[in-house]
């Protein structure tokens, strides 16, 4: 470089006509001479080098000033041990302070305090993995003023090697605003269809229900005209009686779909399920659309109630050839097991399922019907919802609710070739078990407190060849036990009661005698009238209303479960 500089002067002083005046001087005059213009001429260049590097420095600090003092988000150098190093005019304005009291000052200084927290965790996690960390928090203006920040972080070294990191903050105030008030626009539409759902739903068994009422007042006011005038009412009482039957069948339905089900739960083999209702819903789908199974060989043992997910199967399948219409098409069925990561994360219903387990039996249902439109997937489950005609709908519904009953999850989606794809995942357990013989008979202590209940449930308790004795409530209830202990193989207790409820009431029999046969009746659904701790648990649960198979069944069951 010096070498350079010095043939450069040399060159400018050959030029100088004070070089040829000079050749009349002596030698040594003449080599000093030279010697003071080429550092005198190295001098000038030297400060006109110095002068240029000075505007591209100071043109350089302007760059800097206005990419990194100006810049859009503000900038902080953070220590290892969380104090600020540096910081721009940005992150300055941000936080509402200056450079003297922001400087050496803790980073956490500036964060809200119940923020705080996730500030630490990725810090840490920045200097553990070396890997950049972006995070949102609330953060503190020098005067206390709140708000929200996107911080993207990455770790960096100074020049003597010591470890820290750059921050860029980024006020995102107007962000959150917007995310608040799209969540408020997402919450009012979805409670809009909440609505909807709900009055559709009132309307559907309004119009159920008056229909089913029509037909049970109409024959019981024509059956008390013929027993006015002597003739039989069996016939006007047997229609009461279906009609009846049809608006329980549907109070039935929607506790399903709420996922209030009270049948007994055994393990069963889907597979033989699928194989034992096949042949009874053939005859139902249509000629033109063909039914293909592929159920495994091997037991896919499911904890489930049979007549429940039979129902699911069934639905399912009316659903699937609904679909279909009146085209030619075709019907899948198959099981298989899967893992729970195979579950498709969506969509899927209901939406607040949480996995217990980690091996699921997979029901699927597939049709090459019309679909499901995209914005009907979150309607096709509730009540009532349809596309064909004011009133029907409720297959969907119970599907659900069962399944929300089971710990299950059903998922929906387009098929390969058209159509839609149905799949229920129950959790699978060990074996299939055999259900339990039932063996009737013997003495019943009835407990119920509202007087035409236990009247009528008397007169269907007798019909099937027990001996009934009453109590009206709870208290009433020990009294008569204390008296006939050995006499009374079983007890039918309700559960709401004056004085003594049914929980209270069983404590006190097993008390007295722990080995005696014991049913809870409520019209509560079973999830609802356990809930709570409780010191003595009933055999078996009996939901209102019920009818006399029912009631055989459930004593037979009850008193061989103790025996």
Request: charged residues 25%; contains cysteine.
């Amino acid at each position: 470089m010096k070498n350079e500089l010095r043939r450069r002067a040399e060159e400018k002083i050959a030029q100088s006509p004070l070089e040829k005046m000079e050749l009349s001087l002596p030698e040594e005059t003449q080599r000093v001479l030279h010697e003071l213009r080429v550092h005198q001429i190295e001098l000038e260049m030297q400060n006109e080098e110095l002068r240029a590097s000075q505007s591209e420095l100071d043109a350089a600090k302007t760059r800097y000033f206005d990419l990194y003092d100006l810049a859009p988000v503000g900038y902080c150098t953070i220590s290892e041990e969380g104090l600020i190093l540096e910081a721009n005019l940005t992150a300055l304005t941000l936080l509402g302070t200056t450079r003297g009291l922001l400087v050496n000052r803790p980073f956490s200084n500036f964060i809200l305090k119940e923020d705080q927290d996730i500030y630490y965790l990725y810090r840490k996690q920045l200097f553990q993995s070396d890997e950049p960390q972006s995070f949102d928090l609330r953060m503190l203006k020098k005067d206390g003023t709140m708000f929200w920040a996107r911080m993207e972080a990455a770790a960096a070294m100074d020049t003597s090697g010591a470890t820290m990191c750059h921050v860029a903050i980024s006020d995102i105030a107007g962000r959150k605003r917007m995310e608040a008030e799209k969540a408020k626009l997402e919450e009012q539409n979805r409670q809009l269809q909440k609505a909807e759902s709900l009055g559709r739903m009132a309307g559907a068994i309004a119009h159920n229900f008056n229909n089913q009422l029509q037909t049970v007042m109409g024959n019981l006011e024509m059956s008390i005209g013929d027993l006015a005038v002597g003739q039989n009412p069996t016939g006007s009482l047997n229609e009461a009686m279906q009609a009846a039957r049809k608006v329980v069948e549907v109070s039935k339905m929607m506790l399903a779909y709420l996922g209030q089900t009270s049948g007994k739960r055994t393990s069963l083999d889907l597979a033989e399920l699928c194989r034992t209702i096949l042949p009874i819903l053939q005859p139902t789908i249509p000629p033109d659309i063909i039914l293909k199974t592929n159920l495994p060989s091997t037991c896919l043992a499911i904890d489930a109630n049979t007549t429940e997910a039979q129902q699911v199967l069934t639905n399912l399948l009316i659903n699937a050839r609904e679909a279909i219409g009146d085209n030619a098409g075709t019907i899948s069925l198959s099981l298989k097991t899967l893992s729970l990561a195979d579950i498709p994360a969506s969509p899927r219903f209901p939406l607040e399922w949480r996995s217990r387990e980690q091996h699921y039996a997979c029901l699927e249902v597939a049709d090459s019907g019309c679909g499901i439109p995209e914005k009907n997937i979150e309607k096709i489950f509730d009540p009532f919802f349809s596309t064909k005609l004011t009133g029907r709908g409720l297959g969907l519904s119970v599907v659900l609710g069962i399944v929300k009953a089971h710990d299950a999850v059903i998922t929906v989606e387009a098929g390969t070739n058209g159509g839609s794809v149905f799949r229920v995942f129950f959790p699978m357990s060990d074996r299939p078990d055999r259900p339990d013989k039932l063996v009737p008979g013997g003495t019943v202590l009835l407990v119920e407190d509202e007087e035409a209940v236990r009247k009528v449930t008397a007169l269907m308790t007798s019909s099937l060849g027990f001996t009934v004795i009453q109590a009206c409530d709870g208290v009433g209830a020990v009294e008569i036990f204390r008296q006939h202990k050995d006499k009374i193989s079983c007890m039918i207790c309700d559960l709401t009661m004056p004085r003594m409820n049914g929980w209270d009431t069983i404590a006190a029999i097993r008390a007295i005698r722990h080995d005696l046969p014991i049913i809870l009746a409520s019209g509560y659904d079973e999830s609802s009238a356990r809930a709570g701790v409780h010191s003595e648990l009933p055999d078996f649960f009996l939901n209102k209303p019920y009818e006399l198979d029912k009631l055989r069944e459930v004593i037979g069951y009850a008193m061989a479960r103790r025996k």
